[in-house]
């Protein structure tokens, strides 16, 4: 009686550890996809020899600059702005 009373109760116990197996499994997965992007090689590369300016003052002028984006090039953003 004892012997089929702790059979029965590990069934039960088993049968409430499979959800949180799901979510291993899951979170394993996830863990898997941002380790990829972690590692991956980016398409935009560093400079060898990057321009260096001798002076720098703190101050930025942005002169006719014009945006648009690549999926719209008629559709300009900025258009000829100074900043």
Same mark, same amino acid.
């Given at each position: 009686? *004892?012997?089929?009373?702790?059979?029965?109760?590990?069934?039960?116990?088993?049968?409430?550890?499979?959800?949180?197996?799901? &979510?291993?499994?899951?979170?394993?997965?996830?863990?898997?996809?941002?380790?990829?992007?972690?590692?991956?090689?980016?398409?935009?590369?560093?400079?060898?020899?990057?321009?260096?300016?001798?002076?720098?003052?703190? *101050?930025? &002028?942005?002169?006719?600059?014009?945006?648009?984006?690549?999926?719209? &090039?008629? &559709?300009?953003?900025?258009?000829?702005?100074?900043?």
């Amino acid at each position: 009686m *004892v012997v089929f009373f702790s059979i029965l109760m590990a069934g039960f116990n088993f049968s409430q550890l499979t959800p949180s197996l799901k &979510k291993i499994a899951e979170g394993r997965q996830s863990a898997a996809r941002i380790f990829q992007i972690i590692d991956r090689e980016p398409k935009i590369k560093n400079n060898a020899n990057p321009i260096r300016p001798e002076v720098f003052k703190g *101050v930025i &002028k942005l002169e006719n600059v014009t945006f648009s984006y690549p999926k719209d &090039k008629n &559709k300009k953003i900025l258009d000829n702005i100074t900043i």
